[in-house]
């Protein structure tokens, strides 16, 4: 299984956000620069044909963004596991229950995704940057353990 980590888009400071923090929507610059992102994968054919998004505002603007541009509006879900708290066993609990897709798309968070990821990999510090995406090739998407293909940060794809 292809395994792809897309950490939402920039949505501001909770700081600057008066409302509950699940209801911070993406800024401006953040809807841009994720309506980019989502043009760059659809030219990357990552062969994607699950989106599993964060219920949380940001996350799922992000997702529903990048959805549309991969011609996936129709093959998107919300799932509570990937909201704030996301961990290894949360991500062997949603593998387990979509493990015929051979390439899942996970939208949601950090400091979960960059932990979750390294604990994947069997280990070391990695850094998933708002907008960020990374790809881990699963042996077995009922096994968690896999190698990171890549990593890219926003900037590289949508300059």
């Not at 604990?119 to 353990?145: F, N, T």
């Amino acid at each position: 299984m292809d395994l792809y980590f897309l950490r939402h888009g920039d949505a501001g400071t909770r700081e600057g956000w008066a409302g509950e923090d699940r209801d911070r929507p993406l800024n401006e610059e953040g809807k841009e620069r994720m309506r980019r992102e989502g043009q760059a994968m659809a030219g990357m054919k990552l062969g994607i044909s699950l989106v599993v998004s964060s219920p949380y505002v940001r996350a799922w603007q992000t997702a529903e963004i990048v959805a549309a541009a991969l011609g996936l509006s129709d093959s998107l879900a919300k799932d509570e596991r990937l909201g704030p708290g996301f961990d290894s066993h949360a991500l062997r609990e949603i593998l387990g229950e979509h493990a015929e897709v051979g390439a899942l798309l996970l939208v949601g968070h950090d400091p979960d995704f960059s932990e979750t990821i390294g604990a994947c990999i069997g280990g070391g510090r990695v850094e998933c940057k708002k907008g960020g995406l990374a790809k881990v090739d699963l042996r077995d998407p009922l096994r968690p353990r896999g190698s990171l293909q890549w990593l890219l940060p926003p900037r590289v794809l949508a300059p």
